[in-house]
């Protein structure tokens, strides 16, 4: 067993509906973790006093946070990061689709699948749903890359039969049996699970959505996630394409694809009777607000969101988006909803923290097991703990109280100040993560 010694926060409960004081921050804490599972959290003196015997690890120099949960984020699109100035079609049309196209070569596929994997957990994501690549290999790859570094993944072969370069293209009838070996292979093995993933509406026929139906109903745990209501000129082309469907969502509701394992990526442009759907089905949307801002998307309607009961949370969507934190999301959610002015929801630090972490495990189905520090939960944790001298240093030594300190961290954090990252008790960022020694700050 090892016994954390840190400043720990979370949020097992919502701010967004509860208030900012459903920041849980405790300065002082400890948390024994047992078989990778937290299973004593309190007062430091009290939880040492009861178990004396155990390791203890001096986290006090930073603070510790529950691991970030990615939403929507796309493993082939690493290296295209950057791609700025153009709207939806045309970013993929030149930058997004000839990357992805090169995944059709393993060697180079397994390359990036380790660069990604590697990638997220040093930006603190220790759960992540991951848009696999059109190519069966590549996404194998994918899925071997987080089992060998342990990150919590869910993903899927991304399939499309229209619309996208041949070389990305397949047929209802391959899709179905590559979804179906990759599935076999990897789905409830160790901390991996499947997501069925057609590109988007505008990319598969409704002949490719009856095939997707088809492996979402053979199992009853299999996620499915896709794109909705980006961009108007893509809605616009999903309107023309699907002229039986009430609207975007649609397209996919009329095959049985959106259900409380759904995931929708976006949803800057919603029709009031979508937001209605997405709700009664218990489907949750990905919001994605640095490629929002990027591509100039537009500004997320998360007030409507969440007056219908709407279930959000956050995603990178990486290469659009512009990296791999959680907390560089955070910030652009906060300057998006600032940015609304007053249709804007009002994102105090602990809704930012939520959004990044307990969010994302509700929308996943995985709040049992991770996206806060409770007891009973897998300690998947992060330790902000900027490099001494550091502005984000300097700061976190006169923060205010806790919620200043979270906003300081949300606003001045990146991946560099993150030193350790910890899947189900064991350090992911490195084989032998070095603690720095403890620098106690000023306030909490
Ligand atoms: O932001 C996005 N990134 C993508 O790769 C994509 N494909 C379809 N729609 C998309 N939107
Ligand atoms: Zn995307």
């Given at each position: 067993?090892t ?7 979370d949020t097992?409960?919502?701010?967004l ?8 921050a405790?300065?002082?804490a400890?948390?024994?973790v ?5 299973c004593?959290?309190?007062p430091?003196?009290a ?5 004396p015997e ?7 120099a930073?603070?510790?946070?529950p ?10 699109q690493l290296?295209?990061?950057g ?7 045309d970013w993929?049309t ?7 196209a090169?995944?059709a070569?393993a060697?180079?596929?397994?390359t ?11 930006a603190?994501?220790?759960t992540?749903l991951?848009?696999?690549s059109h ?8 899925f071997?890359?987080?089992e ?5 993944m869910?993903a899927?072969?991304?399939v499309?039969?229209r619309f996208l370069?041949?070389?990305l293209?397949?047929?209802?009838d391959?899709?179905?049996a590559?979804?179906?070996a990759l599935?076999e ?9 499947y997501?069925i993933?057609?590109?988007f509406?505008l ?10 139906a088809?492996?979402?109903?053979a199992r ?14 893509e ?8 002229p039986?469907a009430?609207?975007?969502l649609?397209s ?6 959106v259900?409380s ?5 976006h ?8 937001l ?6 218990g489907a949750?949307?990905a ?5 929002n ?9 998360l007030?409507?969101?969440l007056d ?7 995603g ?13 999301e955070g910030?652009?959610?906060?300057f998006v909803q600032r ?7 009002d ?13 994302g ?8 097991e ?20 550091t ?5 976190l030594r006169?923060?205010a ?9 949300f ?6 100040d993150?030193?350790?990252v910890?899947?189900a008790?064991r350090?992911?960022?490195g ?5 720095p ?6 306030a909490?």
């Amino acid at each position: 067993m090892t016994l954390y010694r840190a400043t720990v926060m979370d949020t097992p409960r919502d701010p967004l509906a509860e208030g900012p004081d459903a920041l849980q921050a405790d300065a002082d804490a400890g948390l024994l973790v047992r078989d990778g599972v937290i299973c004593a959290r309190g007062p430091f003196a009290a939880v040492a006093a009861a178990h004396p015997e155990e390791e203890v690890v001096d986290l006090r120099a930073g603070v510790l946070l529950p691991g970030f949960v990615d939403t929507h984020v796309h493993y082939p699109q690493l290296r295209i990061i950057g791609g700025l100035g153009r709207p939806l079609l045309d970013w993929l049309t030149t930058c997004a689709l000839p990357e992805e196209a090169r995944l059709a070569d393993a060697a180079y596929a397994a390359t990036v699948a380790r660069e990604f994997v590697d990638g997220v957990v040093r930006a603190g994501t220790t759960t992540a749903l991951v848009f696999g690549s059109h190519f069966p290999g590549a996404t194998d790859a994918l899925f071997a890359a987080a089992e060998a570094v342990g990150l919590r993944m869910t993903a899927g072969l991304v399939v499309s039969d229209r619309f996208l370069p041949d070389a990305l293209l397949t047929t209802p009838d391959a899709a179905l049996a590559h979804s179906t070996a990759l599935l076999e292979k990897w789905h409830g093995r160790g901390r991996l699970r499947y997501a069925i993933t057609p590109r988007f509406s505008l990319s598969t026929s409704d002949a490719m959505l009856d095939a997707c139906a088809e492996v979402l109903g053979a199992r009853e745990d299999v996620w499915f996630t896709s794109h909705l209501n980006e961009n108007p000129t893509e809605i616009e082309e999903v309107r023309r394409l699907f002229p039986g469907a009430g609207h975007y969502l649609d397209s996919y509701d009329q095959h049985g694809l959106v259900t409380s394992r759904s995931v929708m990526a976006h949803n800057v442009h919603p029709t009031a009777h979508e937001l209605e759907v997405l709700a009664s089905s218990g489907a949750a949307v990905a919001h994605c607000p640095t490629s929002n801002s990027s591509l100039g998307s537009g500004l997320f309607p998360l007030a409507a969101h969440l007056d219908a009961g709407v279930r959000v949370a956050l995603g990178t969507d990486v290469g659009a988006g512009s990296g791999f934190c959680l907390l560089k999301e955070g910030l652009q959610a906060y300057f998006v909803q600032r940015l609304l002015g007053p249709h804007g929801v009002d994102l105090g630090p602990a809704a930012l923290l939520h959004l990044a972490t307990r969010a994302g495990a509700l929308a996943l189905g995985l709040a049992d097991e991770v996206g806060d520090l409770a007891v009973g939960k897998q300690f998947d944790a992060v330790w902000v703990r900027p490099q001494p001298g550091t502005t984000l240093d300097v700061v976190l030594r006169h923060g205010a109280d806790a919620t200043d300190t979270l906003a300081k961290i949300f606003t001045l954090g990146t991946p560099s100040d993150i030193a350790v990252v910890w899947v189900a008790g064991r350090a992911v960022t490195g084989p032998s993560a070095p603690v720095p020694p403890p620098l106690p700050l000023e306030a909490a």
